[in-house]
């Protein structure tokens, strides 16, 4: 699953070794927009990893035509220390699922669609064909609306990946989560250096590509600038770095939570390092603001107008 669980319904503050700090305070979903999305999800059961994930950005997403959704099933094959999603035998491939997404699309009026799903490295596709098929059906009953897929890394097996090359989502992400030292600990079966391969495979095939990086598992500053210079060299245009919290105690703790200026500090090294878009804050998630994240210059255009301001 490359979606981090967002808030959890276990209260952050079960986790004894660190207090939750009050720049971590979510505000309640409000607006015309939302109540309506809402509405819309309730009545027709539709699924979004917004809301199985109690993202705090949903009511901003949802009001701004965005919304996020899982594909091929709820259980993954993988079993990351921060992850949420179960990890055992998934269910059969359910090849209607591509045209169920569509109109669940097309029901909700979404603008901006985000795609992810959970690993299936039993599959010899690695569930590529079905990521393909759901892109081809979106955008067949959707046309205005654009794309994010926030893919697996197939297992470094690229004609997987070439499968989401050749049908050309707007934007590719595939989340590094964490710093190269704690990877074997937080992505216990994924490479560090395999995951850049991957983005840089994409950028190469002409993707608009995107990675995020979770701060609070115990990561050194240097390090954060380092992943951020790891993905710069490797052509990364979107970034996102955001608070870690831990979803049950049986995943990894909360080993710090990292203040808004030093999230500032990370904002400005990613810009200085040429990244296109930097997305930094403790309630960034993946997702957060990516229908802005399509458009070619626009991070970096507001970012240059701020410094002009101070």
């Known amino acids: 699953m490359q979606e981090l669980p967002i808030i959890s319904s276990v209260d952050v503050k079960a986790d004894t070794r660190v207090k939750k700090p009050d720049w971590l305070r979510v505000k309640l979903p409000i607006g015309e927009n939302y109540r309506h999305v809402r509405g819309l999800v309730d009545t027709h059961k539709l699924h979004t990893i917004c809301e199985s994930g109690n993202c705090p950005n949903m009511g901003e997403c ?46 909700m009026k979404v603008k901006h669609a985000v795609l992810t799903s959970v690993d299936r490295d ?32 197939f297992r470094g097996d690229w004609d997987n990946l070439q499968r989401i090359i050749d049908v050309a989502p707007e934007v590719v992400s595939h989340n590094l989560e964490t710093v190269e030292r704690l990877t074997k600990k937080v992505r216990i ?3 560090y250096h395999r995951s850049l391969e991957a983005l840089r495979r994409l950028k190469d095939g002409g993707m608009r590509t995107k990675s995020g990086i979770m701060l609070g598992l115990g990561e050194e500053k240097h390090e954060v600038l380092q992943s951020l210079q790891d993905l710069a060299d490797n052509g990364i245009d979107v970034v996102t770095l955001g608070q870690y919290l831990q979803p049950t105690q049986k995943h990894l703790p909360v080993v710090r939570f990292v203040h808004p200026d030093e999230f500032a500090e990370y904002r400005e090294g990613g810009y200085n390092m040429g990244i296109d878009y930097v997305e930094s804050g403790p309630l960034v998630r993946s997702s957060y603001h990516s229908e802005r994240h399509v458009i070619k210059g626009e991070g970096r255009r507001k970012w240059e107008e701020s410094k002009m301001t101070v």
Do not use: Y
């Open 189 to 191: 079966q994924a490479k």
């Open 122 to 153: 039993e599959l010899k596709d690695g569930g590529s064909i079905i990521w393909a098929n759901t892109i081809k059906a979106v955008r067949a009953l959707n046309p205005e609306t654009t794309l994010e897929t926030l893919i697996p890394d």
């Open 62 to 107: 949802w009001g701004e035509g965005t919304a996020t959704f899982m594909i091929l099933g709820n259980i993954c094959t993988r079993s990351c220390g921060f992850c949420a999603v179960a990890t055992g035998r998934p269910e059969p491939v359910d090849w209607d699922e591509p045209q169920r997404v569509a109109e669940a699309i097309h029901l």
